[in-house]
């Protein structure tokens, strides 16, 4: 079974600084997309990024990156000039690409603050 | 907004009640996903239904049902209710293909006292 783990429950960075969350995952399949979700206090579940394995390139939306490193089962988030509405918990989430197992597994969340 | 409609928002009821959570997809998504949030599962998978029929079963308790009408909306039935299944229940839907993302709704708060 795949699993996903985010082990940092909390983390801080200054506002317009630059924050990195880390993720590893564990499967045997080979193809497969990687997820970063974001929760605000609002609740709602909002996609930040994704990745597709057979993908080498690093996935990039505006001042969101990700460091995919397939071998090593590891997916960070990026998050530069860090604004005060990144404030939210952070998901790193994985989904096979099988036709029939398509459901999504979370990690347990990092929950990011932003200091003004 | 993501389109896809959750009903109610919140919903506070007894032990032993039965609730019944409703998703209403985006238009043209045929896959609906049922998700629970708890303090101290985080988020799981409970159940996937693709037109109709149910395709995978996550970690659903038999007290949990589910079901996905020709109209493509889905509910989640909680019966026997118990204090630890107060939880936030999230819907998602999807075009056909894993390559297609996934689209949360706002979730149904549900509390037991």
């Known amino acids: 079974a795949q699993t996903v783990t985010q082990s940092q429950p909390e983390m801080s960075v200054q506002e317009a600084e630059t924050v990195t969350l880390s993720c590893t995952y564990d499967t045997s399949e080979s193809d497969y997309y990687l997820f970063w979700y974001k929760q605000p206090p609002s609740r709602q579940m909002i996609l930040v990024i994704r990745?597709?394995?057979?993908?080498?390139q690093n996935a990039t939306e505006n001042r969101f990156s990700v460091n995919f490193q397939k071998a090593a089962k590891s997916f960070s988030l990026k998050i530069s000039d860090s604004q005060l509405g990144d404030a939210a918990m952070y998901f790193c989430?994985?989904?096979?690409?099988?036709?029939?197992?398509?459901?999504?597994?979370f990690g347990k969340g990092t929950r990011l603050h932003i200091l003004p | 907004d993501s389109g896809v409609t959750q009903t109610p928002k919140h919903l506070i009821t007894a032990t032993g009640q039965r609730v019944t959570l409703r998703c209403s997809p985006r238009?043209?998504?045929?896959?609906v996903y049922w998700y629970q949030q708890s303090l101290d599962q985080g988020l799981q998978f409970l159940i996937q239904y693709y037109n109709g029929e149910e395709r995978a079963k996550g970690n659903i308790l038999e007290r949990f049902s589910a079901q996905q009408f020709p109209d493509l909306h889905s509910e989640l039935n909680l019966s026997s209710l118990e204090l630890g299944d107060s939880a936030l229940y999230f819907c998602?839907?999807?075009?056909?293909?894993?390559?297609?993302?996934?689209?949360f709704g706002d979730g149904t708060r549900l509390s037991i006292l």
């Open positions: 998602a839907s999807s075009r056909s293909g894993s390559n297609q993302p996934q689209h």
């Open positions: 989430a994985y989904r096979s690409a099988s036709y029939w197992d398509d459901k999504i597994i």
């Open positions: 238009s043209g998504d045929l896959s």
């Open positions: 990745q597709e394995a057979y993908k080498q």
